[in-house]
Each structure stands twice: as structure tokens, then as C-alpha cells.
């Protein structure tokens, strides 16, 4: 079975674990990379961008130390090698400002981390779900 590369940019502790968690229950191989603020995200993607280490799918905060989220996005989004790479923020913000700032530059979707821990599970699993089972990616990421 193939192996999905996943990079989750967060720098909650508490949330990288229940995502990790939600994730390795699931029945599809993944590689699981971390970074835990915006900068250490970019200097990730930026270090082979196409190479083998670049993720086929981007889970990302907004909240994050050194670059935000919508910053660590927009850089994304503007770099033919990465642009490609679908990006759903997932976040704890549901300010409406937050909301069209992802999509304003070219988020794939926007998901509000839910509170309740069985939801929060439910949520990531279905994340995993729909982008890794139904979702076709392009060749160069797969």
C-alpha cells in the first residue's frame, strides 16, 4: 500500500497527539511529519520541495508562534514547487476574518478543531478519509 506523507503544522502538544492518535487508527499507511510553528513548516517544505520528503497533504494551524498560519499558507500557495500540496486549515479559530483570509489565499478547506474529544477524532478521521481515500493527487506527490 502506498504511504501518504502527511506534515502537521501545530504547536499544541495536546492536539498533535489526539491527530497522531486519530490518524495511526486508521487504515491507510501514513508518514506523519511535525513542525511546531510556521517557520519551522516553511524550512521543511523549502529543503527539497518535490523531493522525497515533500507531504502530499498539509494540516495546519492558524494560531502558530514565529509565522501564522495564513502567512505559512499564503507562502505555500505562491510557490510553484508547493502549490499544489492541498492545505486544510485546522484550527481553533472560527472568526469569520480567519475563515476568508484561508480562502483568500487558496486553502483547500477550513475545518474548526472541535472541543469534544470523540469529535475531534471523528473529524481527523474523516479528514484522512476524503483527502487520502476519495481525493486523487496529483502524480508528482504520490
Known amino acids: 500500500m502506498h504511504q501518504i506523507h502527511i506534515l502537521l503544522v501545530d504547536d499544541n502538544e495536546g492536539d498533535i497527539l489526539l491527530t497522531r ?3 495511526d487508527d486508521a487504515r491507510i499507511v501514513n508518514k506523519i ?3 511546531y510553528d510556521g517557520l519551522e513548516a516553511i524550512h521543511f517544505l523549502k529543503k527539497d520541495p518535490g523531493g522525497p520528503d515533500t ?5 495546519l494551524d492558524i494560531n502558530l508562534p514565529k509565522m501564522t498560519g ?12 508547493l502549490k499544489r500540496i ?8 472560527s472568526a469569520e476574518k480567519d475563515i476568508l483570509a484561508s480562502y483568500d489565499n ?10 469534544d474529544l ?4 471523528d473529524v481527523v478521521r474523516t479528514i484522512e478519509d476524503f483527502w487520502i481515500s476519495i481525493v486523487k493527487l496529483p502524480k508528482a506527490y504520490q
Open 106 to 115: 487558496y486553502a483547500n478547506c477550513y475545518i474548526t478543531k472541535p472541543v
Open 86 to 93: 492541498p492545505v486544510i486549515m485546522l484550527t481553533t479559530s
Open 33 to 35: 511529519s511535525i513542525a
Open 70 to 81: 495564513t502567512e505559512v499558507l499564503g507562502i505555500i500557495k505562491n510557490d510553484p514547487d
Open 118 to 121: 470523540d469529535r475531534f477524532m
Open 21 to 23: 492518535e486519530a490518524l
Open 55 to 59: 507531504p502530499d497533504l498539509i494540516l
